[in-house]
């Protein structure tokens, strides 16, 4: 193959060569930056099995309520009523175990991310 | 810019065993590091990489070592945090050099806003001493400070960082083109620049 010789290039490679040999000594570099280095971040990673169960368990319970207690009637529309006069009812904690739920599962998504 | 382009090309070029290896050696560090925050491991990657990196960014900074070294620790401590973000799509050696780089630019906005502010003068740069230069270091070294701000990281990265196009690219945070162009457009200046040492040095010829 007929290469042309570029001077510049190879007056370039040369330099970056010498440059990359000249090795710099650590001389504490390493230790001053890991003395820098944030602290260990507190783990609030929940488990896999946990992500799953806690919710899983949560929703299950919620059902169970909505089944047991609702007793047939329109379950969204009880529940809309309760919260509209501030009454705990079982439905309204039915209800609030499905929110509890839900964001647990975005909060061990996000955390385990 | 794609980085599968860069893993695409990195593949397609022939690597040597021992490059190969230190790349495994590398990946085995990460993946500690990401999975149990270890820092030893993270000491070993600073260890292997500081020369390298250290000296880099020493070009970068034109040779001011203090400066240099607290913006390579600053570059290593960007990497502990965002470690997790690394997905091996370029070499770990590569992602330091885009964190030094933006590191650099941002000190560089930084001093040009204290300069903006306060009105005061730069400081020349340091000169080495010229005993330590050879003619053609001394000749390349003038010859670069004929280029911008562009053309020269573009000479840096793909030169004295080894990097091909593509990874300069990804570096730099500029299309592939640009690179090209600024490489082409730098030597063009850089030879211009040697080609009137080179005329002044025979007329100073006795």
């Known amino acids: ?113 | 810019m794609p980085l599968s382009t860069l893993s695409a090309n990195a593949s397609a070029a022939p690597i040597s065993k021992s490059v190969a290896s230190e790349a495994v050696i590398d990946r085995a560090l990460i993946t500690r590091v990401k999975l149990n925050d270890d820092r030893n491991a993270f000491a070993e990657l600073v260890r292997r990489h500081q020369s390298l990196l250290r000296a880099s960014v020493r070009k970068m900074t034109h040779g001011q070592i203090e400066l240099s070294d607290d913006v390579a620790q600053e570059t290593f401590i960007l990497a502990w945090k965002n470690i997790r973000q690394f997905r091996h799509e370029a070499k770990f050696s590569t992602w330091l050099y885009r964190i030094a780089f933006n590191v650099w630019q941002s000190e560089l906005r930084k001093k040009h806003e204290v300069l903006l502010n306060s009105e005061i003068m730069p400081e020349p740069e340091p000169v080495p001493p010229e005993s330590a230069h050879t003619g053609m270091k001394r000749d390349l070294d003038r010859a670069m400070g004929a280029l911008n701000d562009a053309e020269r990281n573009a000479i840096l990265q793909c030169y004295y960082n080894d990097l091909s196009h593509d990874e300069a690219a990804y570096v730099l945070g500029i299309p592939l083109g640009t690179v090209k162009t600024n490489i082409l457009k730098a030597k063009e200046k850089m030879r211009a620049r040697l080609g009137a040492y080179e005329e002044q040095k025979e007329g100073n010829a006795p």
């Open chain 1, 1 to 113: 193959m007929n290469m042309i010789r570029d001077p510049l290039d190879e007056m370039l490679k040369a330099d970056a060569e010498t440059h990359r040999d000249q090795y710099i000594n650590d001389a504490g570099f390493t230790l001053r930056t890991l003395n820098a280095l944030p602290a260990p971040r507190t783990s609030y990673r929940v488990s896999r099995a946990v992500s799953i169960c806690v919710p899983f368990g949560l929703a299950l319970l919620a059902a169970l309520f909505v089944t047991l207690f609702a007793g047939g009637k329109n379950f969204f529309i009880d529940v809309t009523m309760d919260l509209a006069t501030e009454t705990v009812t079982r439905d309204v904690v039915a209800l609030a175990m499905v929110a509890v739920a839900l964001f647990v599962v975005v909060f061990a998504n996000i955390v385990n991310d």
